[in-house]
């Protein structure tokens, strides 16, 4: 099972849907969770945190589930600026280290 | 004002041929990395230096070779370029290590490496 895994989409939503991403993670000691998100052709920016409670911020919400090891994405009301790659990332503990997921493309059309 | 910048941005090389990637960051950052991401699309961490020092690294060939000369610089030196070398190679920073929770990264523009 690979340390994080994504579906690698792409999803194809018109504007004004509502459309959630999973992210599964192999390493139940992980602690830290975040989502990116990575524009065609450039760098990888965060989005969110995610928080053992869950959190929102404007159209976004993120969900970790510690029991079924996954964390989730929610994007409601979808605007074109949203298309995107979504990049799940999950830290390994003991190792200092942050692992990337492949990433969920969203295209987001009119 | 860049906050993580990366030198060349572009960069076609022919195989065999020895070639370096400069990163600066003017965040005031501890940590610096340099991932590598694939035509796949898949971003995998190459090495990590905290405070000038190296923390993280990867099962990388050791054509590659990492430099930091103080932590606002990581510049990334590979040898003897190979086909399967040709990706996208991103530097980033955070505040520091964060443990146990990771800080939030950010990224210089990428260099996309070509080998031919």
């Known amino acids: 099972r690979k340390e994080v895994e994504q579906d690698p989409g792409p999803f194809n939503v018109p504007e004004g849907a509502t459309v959630a991403f999973n992210c599964t993670y192999s390493n139940s000691a992980s602690q830290s969770f975040f989502w990116y998100r990575q524009d065609c052709r450039k760098e990888p920016k965060l989005l969110m945190s995610?928080?053992?409670s869950g959190n929102e911020d404007g159209r976004f919400t993120a969900q970790l589930n510690r029991a079924s090891q996954y964390i989730s994405l929610l994007i409601r009301d979808s605007k074109l600026s949203d298309s995107a790659t979504y990049l799940c990332v999950v830290n390994i503990p003991g190792g200092f280290k942050t692992i990337f997921g492949a990433g969920t493309r969203l295209f987001v059309k009119a | 004002d860049t906050a993580v910048s990366q030198t060349p941005k572009y960069l076609v090389t022919q195989m065999g041929n020895d070639k370096s990637i400069k990163c600066e960051q003017n965040?005031?950052?501890?940590?610096m990395y340099w991932y590598k991401q694939d035509s796949k699309k898949f971003l995998k961490i190459m090495f990590s230096y905290n405070n000038k020092e190296l923390i993280i690294n990867e099962t990388v060939p050791n054509r590659f070779s990492p430099k930091s000369p103080d932590k606002a610089h990581l510049n990334l030196h590979i040898n003897s370029l190979e086909l399967g070398d040709s990706a996208v190679y991103f530097c980033a920073s955070s505040q520091d290590m964060g443990l146990p929770f990771p800080y939030e990264q950010y990224f210089g523009p990428g260099t996309r490496l070509t080998v031919t």
């Open positions: 965040l005031g950052h501890d940590t």
């Open positions: 995610v928080y053992s």
